[in-house]
């Protein structure tokens, strides 16, 4: 059991919809973050969040929105996506805020999107 | 910047086998190391980890010894069963970005088979 849930696990989406990525962690931990894995790539950072704070932004696309209303929560919003975008989306959780780089990331199980 | 190289796959084993998946890294300072796991349709799962150079980090049967002095975290199992049959990643954290940043190899798949 992770404690990290992501809904939901599939989402197929046209160029022009609007649809929304959730994450809860249920942890107790102060950072989140978003990653997308794609294939033979390794994956790729996009926002993290400590105590509800963006903290990182990787040079991601503004059609990839971030929102964090609490610290159990997380969502990306997502508008006119491109098919190139089509990715497995990771989130993480983690306990520490900045500077522990002790700290060890759990995964939730991904969201496949599949952009048409 | 960091990085993380790891072998390619896949890596096709019979049941039993020996296994080692190779892992050296690229980071300034002492980056803490990880090897996750994520089994098919799941998300990644950590595996084991070690903060310090010489630290071995070990978890159902695998180990990985941090080594300072060849920047490597070689993931090794005795006995391999086709259960571990996953893609596994090698990860770094070091201490750019606040230390909040994990960067991770390309993943090496496992097959076993019976």
């Known amino acids: 059991e992770t404690g990290v849930t992501q809904t939901p696990r599939h989402l197929v989406m046209g160029m022009t919809n609007k649809k929304s990525l959730k994450c809860e962690q249920h942890l107790g931990h102060n950072a989140m973050y978003w990653y997308k894995q794609s294939a033979k790539k390794p994956l790729e950072l996009m926002f993290v969040y400590s105590l509800e704070e963006r903290v990182e932004n990787n040079s991601v696309p503004s059609r990839f929105s971030p929102e964090c209303p609490n610290s159990s929560h997380l969502f990306l919003h997502l508008h006119t996506l491109q098919p190139e975008d089509s990715a497995l989306y990771l989130c993480?959780?983690?306990?520490?805020?900045?500077?522990?780089?002790?700290?060890?990331?759990?995964f939730g199980p991904g969201t496949r999107l599949t952009v048409l | 910047g960091d990085s993380v190289t790891q072998m390619e796959g896949p890596v096709t084993l019979s049941e039993e086998a020996f296994l080692t998946i190779n892992c050296t890294y690229t980071?300034?300072?002492?980056?803490?190391l990880f090897w996750y796991v994520q089994y098919p349709g799941e998300g990644l799962q950590l595996l084991l980890k070690a903060t310090k150079a010489d630290d071995k980090g070990s978890n159902k049967g695998f180990e990985a010894t941090y080594r300072k002095e060849t920047t490597s975290f070689h993931l090794e199992k005795g006995s391999v069963q086709v259960s571990d049959s996953a893609v596994y990643f090698c990860a770094l954290r070091g201490l750019t970005g606040g230390g909040n940043k994990l960067t991770f190899g390309t993943g090496t798949q496992l097959k076993v088979e019976l």
């Open positions: 980071a300034t300072g002492y980056p803490s």
């Open positions: 993480a959780s983690s306990q520490g805020g900045t500077g522990m780089n002790t700290d060890t990331q759990y």
